[in-house]
């Protein structure tokens, strides 16, 4: 196994500094910080990030990010906060959403109904694909 550079300076010039939880652990030479070689798997794909951010500025709730992309909800108000993204304001529409296939896709799109009406937005979303629709809040 190579020895890893320092995540802190990036330096090459690295020890080994004991064991903590079963991991191997390394201190740079240069800035003295510790590290552990696996802490890059804590980290989440940037791809769930984006398509968070991106429900998220089309109306659709943390807990519901959440339960479409399987990511915590608190990790889901971080990225709102580092990337700076604003809250969408409320207008009289609505999103909703379906998760679908490719052939539900294919056969929800043949429909002319389905079309009229309202906007929409389709994502990928791993093997599948999202269609977000915003509809008129009826008003009584």
Request: contains cysteine; glycine residues 8%; positive net charge.
């Amino acid at each position: 196994m190579e020895k890893p550079f320092c995540p802190k300076c990036n330096h090459p010039k690295v020890v080994k500094s004991g064991i903590v939880g079963g991991r191997q652990r390394f201190k740079c030479k240069k800035c003295n910080y510790h590290f552990s070689v696996n802490k890059i798997g804590k980290g989440i794909d940037s791809y769930y990030v984006v398509k968070a951010l991106q429900l998220y500025v089309e109306g659709i709730s943390f807990r519901e990010i959440e339960r479409i992309l399987g990511v915590s909800h608190v990790s889901v108000m971080n990225w709102v906060k580092q990337y700076k993204i604003k809250a969408p304001e409320q207008y009289d529409y609505r999103p909703t959403y379906k998760v679908l296939s490719h052939a539900e896709l294919v056969k929800f799109m043949t429909s002319k109904e389905n079309l009229q009406g309202s906007g929409m937005l389709l994502t990928e979303l791993g093997d599948k694909f999202m269609m977000i629709k915003w509809e008129r809040f009826k008003n009584s």
